[in-house]
């Protein structure tokens, strides 16, 4: 679909940028409540009551008898590789449905793009906490290299790992954005490719980070979320650079036109998310 006036034009853009800002805004949400559901029922397994709340799980069991080295390192790294398959799988189910014109299919690959982003800034998070047992950023994956007993240097050796890393697994990310342009027009040269990954990714991820961030996280989080927007905006840098290096040939667009439109079916997801999380996961849900 060739977009004629200016008035095309701009309502594409506009409906691009919203879609894909509300399918990035569900996927943090979806992302950070499978990291909390996942150790909340991993500590059930071990008999250990907690509060969920859909960023993160609380134990709230008496005494730290249960408290072992192995329940330590199971439960709190589960919630993170929780994440990242969640992501892997999400990347995969994109791959599965980009060949049709279903624009939700955007919601799957930014599933990756914050379970990447997530997992690679506990390296971050671990040169900030790992030996401040009361800071914010003690958490997930510190917390198991603190009970390891995993001395303060390896965060900063970790830390420019985590980059590295991010750099590698933005290479699976970058193409799909460009991949669902309407037109090989659109991106078929270094310069187009870059204006509209700022369209389909960056101005987005910028919307939806500025949601999440200033009216959903409650203000306990606010350190740690603050990490994994850094991370996702880190990997979308990345990216715009690796769009140098990154091309897509003329039967690799897949021509999502309805991207570009208004769609329902976004709007009824993006409901159901904000009602579950205000009516149940806000303040709690006591497990075990």
């Not at 850094?230 to 990154?246: K, T």
């Amino acid at each position: 679909m060739e977009h004629i006036t200016g008035r095309e034009q701009w309502v594409g853009k506009f409906f691009r940028v919203l879609n894909s800002a509300v399918c990035s805004a569900m996927a943090y949400l979806v992302v950070l409540f499978t990291c909390g559901a996942t150790k909340s029922f991993v500590e059930k397994l071990y008999d250990i009551k907690s509060k969920l709340v859909f960023y993160e799980s609380f134990p709230i069991s008496k005494g730290t008898d249960i408290w072992y080295l192995k329940d330590i390192v199971i439960v709190f790294s589960s919630g993170i590789l929780a994440s990242v398959v969640v992501g892997l799988l999400g990347l995969l189910v994109f791959h599965r449905l980009k060949h049709f014109n279903i624009p939700s299919a955007i919601f799957f690959l930014w599933l990756y793009v914050w379970a990447i982003a997530m997992f690679c800034a506990q390296g971050l998070l671990a040169l900030l906490g790992l030996e401040e047992y009361y800071s914010p950023y003690f958490n997930n994956l510190v917390i198991v290299l603190a009970w390891l007993h995993v001395p303060k240097i390896f965060a900063y050796i970790l830390m420019p790992l985590s980059i590295g890393l991010l750099t590698f697994l933005c290479f699976f990310s970058t193409r799909p954005f460009i991949s669902m342009a309407y037109s090989y027009g659109k991106v078929n040269k270094l310069e187009k490719r870059r204006k509209y990954f700022v369209e389909v990714a960056v101005v987005p991820f910028i919307i939806s980070a500025l949601f999440v961030t200033t009216l959903i996280l409650p203000e306990p989080f606010t350190y740690t979320n603050l990490i994994y927007v850094g991370y996702g905006a880190l990997g979308l840098v990345i990216s715009w650079y690796l769009l140098f290096y990154v091309d897509v040939d003329r039967e690799g667009v897949f021509r999502n036109e309805a991207l570009q439109r208004f769609n329902l079916f976004i709007v009824l997801m993006f409901v159901l998310v904000m009602a579950a999380i205000y009516w149940k996961l806000y303040d709690g849900i006591k497990v075990g």
